[in-house]
């Protein structure tokens, strides 16, 4: 791997970085971010093909952006991932469309990508079913089913009230006075202290929530799976072949 690709990756990794902790306290990707990798991975991709003197490496390029801009298109309108979360996996296709070393789905580095992302949010509630397990703990003080308790161990966990921000959403509201698990979040535009104060009035010390962890921090964990180990989910297929 020569050195102008390993600059890349680290300037990627970085990108990746900081758009994930803006994520994290803002929830909000700046255009910057995509914007930033696209013009390094364009610039990158004209020099290869003056050093070259082969439009190759442009067009490839150009034809990843594209390709990673309708799939990223088509699953913001399937409602599956935010705006901006497309716009930063059009940018890894122009920053690095392929990588040499590693098994990639169909060849393209940002497919992969995704490709681990997706694999890492279905771990996910795994992980948090694992941390309640481990804590002994279950909303045992919610009137709901228990079907709707235990689906809500793979989703939430107990929070203390005076914790609660705009980090976490509220998987539990009150019907007729009784305290109940709700496994649809609804509008994630609530006001946070308002809700807060709700709870203190009515003297909760502790609610079920779920972290809102937007789908860049699977992103970002994915790229470098993708890097160093590739894709995880043709590995397991190659497997079965």
């Not at 694992?130 to 929070?159: C, Q, T, W």
Request: aromatic fraction near 14%.
């Amino acid at each position: 791997m020569d050195l102008l690709i390993s600059l890349k990756i680290i300037f990627g990794g970085f990108i990746l970085f900081h758009a994930s902790y803006l994520d994290i306290k803002k929830r909000e990707i700046e255009e910057w971010h995509w914007i930033a990798l696209s013009l390094v991975g364009l610039a990158y991709s004209v020099y290869m093909s003056f050093l070259y003197n082969s439009i190759k490496p442009l067009l490839i390029t150009g034809a990843v952006f594209l390709l990673m801009f309708g799939l990223a298109l088509l699953l913001f309108y399937l409602g599956l991932f935010g705006g901006g979360d497309g716009k930063i996996l059009m940018g890894i296709g122009a920053l690095l469309p392929s990588l040499p070393g590693r098994e990639y789905a169909f060849g393209l580095f940002p497919m992969s990508v995704l490709d681990n992302a997706l694999i890492i949010s279905v771990l996910i509630p795994v992980f948090i079913l694992m941390y309640n397990l481990a804590k002994r703990d279950f909303p045992k003080e919610h009137d709901s089913s228990k079907v709707k308790k235990i689906i809500s161990m793979f989703i939430g966990y107990r929070l203390k009230t005076e914790n609660l921000s705009d980090k976490f959403y509220p998987l539990e509201e009150f019907k007729d006075g009784d305290r109940t698990i709700r496994l649809f979040i609804g509008n994630l535009d609530f006001d946070v202290a308002k809700y807060k104060e709700d709870l203190m009035a009515k003297k909760i010390d502790t609610l079920w929530a779920t972290p809102g962890l937007p789908f860049i921090v699977p992103i970002t964990i994915g790229y470098f799976i993708a890097i160093f180990f590739g894709d995880i989910m043709l590995k397991i297929v190659m497997n079965f072949i």
